[in-house]
């Protein structure tokens, strides 16, 4: 079992900036990779970044050169998602999730506005 604990979010205006973060807690050892989805209403829930293990990551073709996914410390079991130069089809509620062998866990989802 592996629990997800996410932090951050809030309101923004538009070109602002926030940052998400999530710790892993429990079976982490197995974990790879880790990142974020959204999902915004009326919408499906859709990848916003990925970073696996070794380094590499995936974005999102909206969020290229805006957002930036991390580990907090280099600490392996979290992930950070730097936010800037955010728009207001930015406004979702964001999701940390983990992959382990055959299961995703997701974290409590943590609400993202950006409005002026």
């Known amino acids: 079992q592996v629990q997800l604990v996410e932090s951050g979010g809030g309101l923004a205006q538009p070109g602002g900036s926030l940052r998400l973060s999530c710790v892993a807690s429990g079976s982490i050892f197995s974990i790879n990779p880790m990142g974020w989805y959204r999902q915004a209403p009326g919408k499906q829930r859709e990848l916003v970044a990925t970073l696996y293990s070794g380094g590499y990551t995936v974005y999102a073709g909206p969020v290229k050169g805006r957002f930036t996914i991390s580990r907090d410390n280099n600490v392996k079991n979290t992930v950070s998602l730097q936010m800037n130069s955010l728009k207001p089809e930015d406004t979702a509620v964001y999701y940390c999730?983990?992959?382990?062998?055959?299961?995703?866990?997701w974290g409590q989802g943590t609400q993202v506005t950006v409005s002026s």
């Open positions: 999730y983990a992959h382990t062998v055959g299961v995703d866990y």
